[in-house]
């Protein structure tokens, strides 16, 4: 029997959009999935939709992440990290801690992958959180370089930002065994990813790390080679994609409440219409 993939693209506080998709699914009962892969924010969304804990993510894009403390310029320029996962990782666990437990049973007989990169060969990795820290696991994907400072140990390993490598992992999800597989963007499906100004600086900062700088110079291509591989899969495999409309309005460091509100129940209104019609195709 072919596997049922969900693959869950990261993207900062767009995952706003994935959030609405996902709590749509848990509303509806939609989970025919064995297979959940994650990247960064998508990670950390799948966490709470593994958690069964409606609203979990909504709560923490427009509470903690809207603060001030989380994203901030002043931090960065005292030598502190732009994006202060330390800081909103222990308000999660004190203020709405992830039902860790609950995700671990849900996942009895299904397997969830976090995608990191691994700091000393610029590599993707896939990492199970059963097992392991759920919580620094879903740093470890969510760690840009540059916003945040420091790659973050697992088992004696640094790991930065999964999306430098695999930001939209459905050829792992096909190499792993779907055939089914359901793909939740976090930007229109008409983006292309063009180098950067911010590609640009971090190609400068990594040029004394060549695993990272290769990484990073493969960056704009490999998402490219992800997005025409969801538009012309194997013959063998069907892919399903759900992607904001262009009237997106949060981008990564969006902070504004109407604009993550827009975008979370742009999402909740395409994944009740994907689980309602489209989803019976899986």
Same mark, same amino acid.
């Given at each position: ?98 039902? %860790? =437990?609950?995700? *671990? ?9 976090? /995608?990191?990169? !691994?700091?000393? +060969? ?45 930001? %939209? =992992?459905?050829? *792992? ?9 359901? /793909?939740?963007? !976090?930007?229109? +499906? ?63 460091? !969006? ?28």
């Amino acid at each position: 029997m072919h596997k049922k993939a969900l693959v869950v693209e990261g993207g900062g506080m767009r995952g706003v959009f994935s959030a609405g998709v996902l709590d749509a699914f848990h509303e509806l009962d939609f989970d025919p999935f064995d297979l959940y892969l994650g990247v960064s924010s998508g990670a950390c969304n799948l966490a709470s939709f593994a958690s069964r804990q409606h609203r979990r993510n909504l709560r923490n894009y427009t509470g903690p992440m809207h603060r001030r403390d989380f994203l901030s310029v002043r931090k960065f320029l005292t030598g502190e990290h732009y994006i202060d996962l330390d800081w909103l990782w222990e308000i999660w666990r004190k203020e709405d801690p992830l039902d %860790i =437990p609950a995700a *671990e049973k849900h996942l009895d007989d299904r397997v969830m992958l976090f /995608v990191c990169t !691994s700091w000393d +060969t610029g590599r993707a990795a896939y990492l199970p959180p059963k097992g392991h820290d759920w919580y620094q696991i879903q740093k470890a994907s969510s760690a840009l370089p540059l916003m945040y400072r420091t790659p973050v140990m697992i088992d004696g390993e640094g790991y930065v930002d999964g999306g430098v490598t695999d930001a %939209i =992992p459905v050829r *792992e999800a096909y190499a792993r065994g779907a055939r089914s597989i359901v /793909v939740v963007r !976090s930007r229109p +499906t008409s983006y292309v990813k063009n180098i950067s100004n911010e590609s640009r600086l971090l190609r400068w900062l990594f040029r004394k790390n060549p695993p990272v700088l290769n990484a990073l110079e493969r960056r704009e291509r490999a998402y490219m080679e992800s997005v025409a591989f969801i538009r012309r899969p194997p013959e063998d495999a069907a892919i399903m994609e759900i992607a904001p409309t262009p009237h997106q309005k949060t981008n990564r460091t !969006s902070q504004d409440l109407s604009s993550l509100e827009h975008d979370y129940h742009m999402g909740l209104s395409i994944g009740r219409l994907f689980a309602t019609h489209r989803g019976r195709r899986l």
